[in-house]
Structure formats: C-alpha cells, structure tokens
T-cell receptor
Framework: GQNIDQPTEMTATEGAIVQINCTYQ??????LFWYQQHAGEAPTFLSY??LDGLEEKGRFSSFLSRSKGYSYLLLKELQMKDSASYLC??????????WGAGTKLIIKP | IAGITQAPTSQILAAGRRMTLRCTQD?????MYWYRQDLGLGLRLIHY???????GKGEVPDGYSVSRANTDDFPLTLASAVPSQTSVYFC????????????FGPGTRLTVL
C-alpha cells in the first residue's frame, strides 16, 4: 500500500529552527509537496520538490532524497504565526496526491 | 470571486437527506478535486476532474457523485447522507504545467446526524 509518515506533533521555541520529517512509500513518484494548514483553514502551498536536493524559499526550505523516500521541511527564525499543521503529500504514478496526516507544530514564546 | 469558493461554510444534515456541496473557481484551472479531511487522517481524494466533461473516482468515492459541466464549477453530491460522511470537505483546483500545484477552497464542515 501507499504510505506517508510524519510526526503527529512537534514543539519548538520562537526564534528557533525546526525540521519536520516525511518518509514515503508510494507507487511511483512524481513530486513531493509541503502545505501549511492553520486550524480551521484550508491548506496553502509551501513548496514542491521533484529532484533531489534543497529548495529554499525565505525562512522555509524543503529537502528531498528520492533514493531514501525522505523529505524534510526546515523552518528558520520561527514566529508564533508558524503554529500550524504541516502536510506532506506525494504525487504517485497516477498523478494523484497521497497525503500524510500532518504534523501539528506548536510554537512557544 | 478570487480563487476558489465553497458553499455552504457549514451544514448540519439529517441522515438520509440529499446534499450538494458547491465549488466554484475563477482561475481557469482545468483540474478540480474533492477531498475529505478527518481528524488523524490525511486528506483523502473523493472524486476528481481533469477537464470539463470528465470525472474520475478517487480513494473514497462511495456515497458521493460529481459533475463537471463547465470549467468553473464542480459540485459534490451526497445522495443519501450517513453519519460516517461527517467531515470537512475541501475543493481544490490545479493548472497542469505548474507542477500541478493544488489550490484549496475554504472548506465545508458537514455534520450528519
């Protein structure tokens, strides 16, 4: 079966750095997405990786290793507004997105 | 309209009733999707449409139907609602060629009693 694993919950301190890991086992691979979802709101797009390596976008970076079936989202200089769930999703061989259950990130002052 | 809209925002429905969730996008995206989101689970695809006039089944299609008469609208119908369909429903759309990034509507919170 297809499976996306990410930690259920993480806690970090304002101003610090946090890394959210995602491992996947899917039928085929056509890209990996990270979305942010604040409580009660819709998911919003953060990043997309299709080749191995690091993609940087301001305070957020995303890394992909296709051989290891592994990605991480790195958030730097954490702000209280970063408190949200972070969803990892893989596009499979049918070009459908398979979603992880999300990682709830709690930021403490 | 800017982006994707969904209606209603929330609804309480008696079991056995028919319900249509509406979704409209003004981005001229060719592909549209319906997901449900339940606590502790990832988003699960119900139905999708790659282009107007075509639809396909996702991971959890039973009890739901969709239509895509034009580019902008993609309604989701529950023919006879059951309590297990209590969930938050998100509509999304994407434009092929942008890495197929999906953009989401604000969601409909549906409770079936």
């Amino acid at each position: 079966g297809q499976n996306i694993d990410q930690p259920t919950e993480m806690t970090a301190t304002e101003g610090a750095i946090v890394q959210i890991n995602c491992t996947y086992q899917t039928s085929g691979f056509n890209g990996l997405f990270w979305y942010q979802q604040h409580a009660g709101e819709a998911p919003t797009f953060l990043s997309y990786n299709v080749l191995d390596g690091l993609e940087e976008k301001g305070r957020f970076s995303s890394f992909l290793s296709r051989s290891k079936g592994y990605s991480y989202l790195l958030l730097k200089e954490l702000q209280m507004k970063d408190s949200a769930s972070y969803l990892c999703a893989v596009r499979d061989s049918n070009y459908q997105l398979i979603w992880g259950a999300g990682t709830k990130l709690i930021i403490k002052p | 309209i800017a982006g994707i809209t969904q209606a209603p925002t929330s609804q309480i429905l008696a079991a056995g009733r028919r319900m249509t969730l509406r979704c409209t996008q003004d981005m001229r995206h060719n592909a549209m999707y319906w997901y449900r989101q339940d606590l502790g689970l990832g988003l699960r695809l119900i139905h999708y449409s790659n282009t107007a006039g075509t639809t396909g089944k996702g991971e959890v299609p039973d009890g739901y139907s969709v239509s895509r008469a034009n580019t902008d609208d993609f309604p989701l119908t529950l023919a006879s609602a059951v309590p297990s369909q209590t969930s938050v429903y998100f509509c999304a759309s994407s434009l092929a060629g942008e890495g197929d990034t999906q953009y989401f509507g604000p969601g409909t919170r549906l409770t079936v009693l």
